[in-house]
């Protein structure tokens, strides 16, 4: 059980938006601790994708925005591509008195209809 | 640009210690960053091992810290894990990633399957 809470699937037909969610609490999202989305292409590694909540990388397109509000994030993605489907993950920190840790969501499964 | 490639061995038994090793190109490891390892089972999400920092100071998982031994080898440019007692659920693949200050991991390198079983 994954301490961010992610949908495990969403879809979307080429060109359309869809969002993913990333839910998490007062000890992680909510005390201030920023998210970061990672995209996972199948059989490949993980790829940083938006980082501190809002902000692309160098290569990663304008389709893609993040943002974050209370306790939670969202991946927001445009204009969908047959290439955008992959597994889509959130990570944030979190601290409470069991100690602190790097924390990601479930995973997301995006595909294009 | 920082390029990060992990080896190891692919089966490991039972009850027995996993000693994996990250090679990093193009950055010195001694000179900045955290140097983080990160674990996928097949099928599943990821989780987060534990991380070095140029310094050496180590950081881990509350959940694996009693097993879990991440070094640096500076003459190498490597960092290493070491995860001890392993059993069944310890199949995964595994990730090393350089972390940036604001936690998030970039670059990470290929991944290398691990395997637990007699």
């Known amino acids: 059980q994954s301490v961010l809470t992610q949908p495990p699937s969403v879809s979307g037909a080429p060109g359309q938006r869809v969002t993913i969610s990333c839910t998490g609490g007062s000890s992680n999202i909510g005390a201030g601790y920023d998210v970061h989305w990672y995209q996972q292409l199948p059989g490949t590694a993980p790829k940083l994708l938006i980082y501190v909540n809002s902000n692309r990388p160098s290569g990663v397109p304008d389709r893609f925005s993040g943002s974050k509000s209370g306790t939670s994030a969202s991946l927001a993605i445009t204009g969908l591509q047959a290439e955008d489907e992959a597994d889509y993950y959130c990570?944030?920190?979190?601290?409470?008195?069991?100690?602190?840790?790097?924390?990601f969501g479930g995973g997301t499964k995006l595909t294009v209809l | 640009q920082v390029q990060l490639q992990e080896s190891g061995p692919g089966l490991v038994k039972p009850s027995e210690t996993l000693s994996l090793t990250c090679a990093v190109s193009g950055y010195s490891i001694s000179s900045g960053y955290y140097w983080g390892w990160i674990r996928q089972p097949p099928g599943k999400g990821l989780e987060w091992i534990g991380y070095?920092?140029?310094?050496?100071?180590?950081y881990y998982n509350p959940s694996l810290k009693s097993r879990v031994t991440i070094s640096f080898d500076t003459s190498k440019n490597q960092f290493s894990l070491k995860l001890t007692s392993l059993t069944a659920a310890d199949t995964a693949v595994y990730y090393c990633a350089r972390r940036w200050d604001l936690v998030q991991f970039d670059p990470w390198g290929q991944g290398t399957l691990v395997t637990v079983s007699s």
């Open positions: 070095i920092y140029h310094s050496g100071s180590t």
């Open positions: 990570q944030s920190y979190d601290s409470s008195l069991s100690g602190s840790r790097v924390v």
